[in-house]
C-alpha cells in the first residue's frame, strides 16, 4: 500500500468516526487499518493521530493530513470520470442509493433495461430510508424525495410528487364519507411517522389562499409508505399520501380519493443528488434514462390516478 491509499485510508477513519467502522467499510480487520496509519505516520515522520483504547483525535498534522486527503481523493474522482468520459461504451460500477419503495417501484425496472443495453456497467443498489453520506461511501447517485440541505451536493428535481387523501371503501362504509375537512378531526388515520419527519395533520389552503392545518387523529403510524398503504387498504383508517406510492388501487377501487375539491398543500418533489457536476458517462446515462421513464411532464405516478389532475386543485 502506497502513501496515496494510506492517506485516504486516514481519511475514511476520521469521516467514519473509528477504525472498526472504517474497517467494516473495507471489509477488513481493525489492526490492517490500525498498521497502515502507523506506516504512514512513519513515512510522514509526523504523529498524525492521538490515539487511546477506545477513541482518537487528530493532532495539527493530522488535520492538514485529512484536508489534503480529500482534496485528494475529489482529484483522483475528476481524473476516473474525465478518463470514463472518452469510453465510447459506459463502463465500470455505478453506485445508486434510494429509499426502499423508490428502489423497488421506480429504479429497478431502469436498472434491468439499462444492464442490456450497457452490459459493461456494474451497479450497485443500496435501500435505505436513512440518508446516507454520499462522497464518503463512494455514492454516485441518490434519489430522495425532498430536496437535500447539504449544499455540497447537487441536486436536480426530476418529478413533482403531490399529495391526495385516500381511504378504502370498507372504511367508508363504516365512517361514512367526508364533505369537508373538518369531518376529519375524529376519524382515525394513518400517519408517516420516523426521526426526522412526524405527520400530525392535513396542510391546505383555504377559501382566502391563506395556508392552514387540520389536525388529525392517528391511531397507527410507521416510517414506512407501503405499510401505511396497506394499513389503509384495511379498511380501518384513511390515509394522506403521496401520490407516488399509488399503483392500482384507486384503478381497481380498493382506495378513494377523499375531498378533491380542497387545495392540498405541495409534498416535495423527488430529486436526483450527486456529488459533483462532472458526471460520469454511466452516471449520466442513468440520470436521463430515469428521467425518461418517469415523465418529464406529467410523472408516472399520476397516470395511475385517474382524474387527478382535475383533484385537489391540481389544474
Known sequence: MDTTSRLL???????????????ETRNIDRSVISKQISRLEDDLGVRLLNRTTRSFSLTAAGAEMVKKANELRQLLGETVRLAENYHQEPRGVLKITSSAIIGRRYLQPVINDFQKRFPQVEIELRLDDKLVDLVSEGFDLAFRVGEPKDSSLIARKIARNR?????????IQ?????????????????SY??????????????QYGLPQEQKIK????????EVLLDKTLSGTTYVLAPAFIINDEIKQGRLVPLLTDIKLQEYSAMYAVYPHRDLPVRTRLFFDAIREHLGKDIPLWESNIPAFEQMYQNN
Open 9 to 23: 485510508m486516514l481519511l475514511e477513519v476520521v469521516e467514519r468516526g473509528s477504525f472498526a467502522k472504517a474497517a
Open 163 to 171: 399529495l391526495l387523501l385516500l381511504a378504502a371503501p370498507e372504511f
Open 174 to 190: 363504516t365512517y361514512g364519507l367526508p364533505t369537508k375537512i373538518e369531518d376529519l378531526v375524529d376519524l382515525p388515520a394513518a
Open 193 to 206: 411517522s420516523s426521526t426526522s419527519l412526524r405527520v400530525e395533520g392535513i396542510r391546505y389552503v383555504d
Open 218 to 225: 392517528s391511531v397507527f403510524r410507521a416510517n414506512d409508505a
